[in-house]
């Protein structure tokens, strides 16, 4: 199983990025697909999620009209688009995949920096 996270570098304030993650090794249609951050010192936090089936999608108010979270099922990808960035989203971007059968079953990617200047 492998989840592998692209897209993430240095940006200044107020643009635009786009992560992805490709996923191999399961059977990605069934599983939820979620975008974590971390700062060193902090909690991981959820960014963004999208669930397996219907493809609904949340999160969390601090990036609400910001950052969309999309799907491919085909290519199995899930992508960010992170747009109108501020210094404080810059972290360590994670993409996690969660089984719809069990919460049990469920996947890491080794992380991508983002780092927004001011």
């Known amino acids: 199983v492998q989840l592998v996270e692209s897209g993430g570098g240095l940006v200044q304030a107020g643009g635009s990025l786009r992560l992805s993650c490709a996923s191999s090794?399961?059977?990605?249609?069934?599983?939820?697909m979620r975008w974590y951050r971390q700062v060193p010192g902090k909690e991981r936090e959820l960014v963004a999620a999208?669930?397996?089936?219907?493809?609904?999608?949340n999160y969390a108010d601090s990036v609400k009209g910001r950052f969309t979270i999309s799907r491919d099922n085909a290519k199995k990808m899930v992508y960010l688009q992170m747009n109108n960035l501020k210094p404080e989203d810059t972290a360590v971007y994670y993409c996690?995949?969660?089984?719809?059968?069990?919460?049990?079953?469920?996947?890491w990617g080794q992380g991508t920096q983002v780092t927004v200047s001011s």
């Open positions: 996690y995949a969660e089984s719809q059968y069990s919460s049990v079953r469920a996947y």
């Open positions: 090794g399961f059977t990605f249609s069934w599983y939820h």
């Open positions: 999208t669930t397996s089936s219907s493809g609904s999608t």
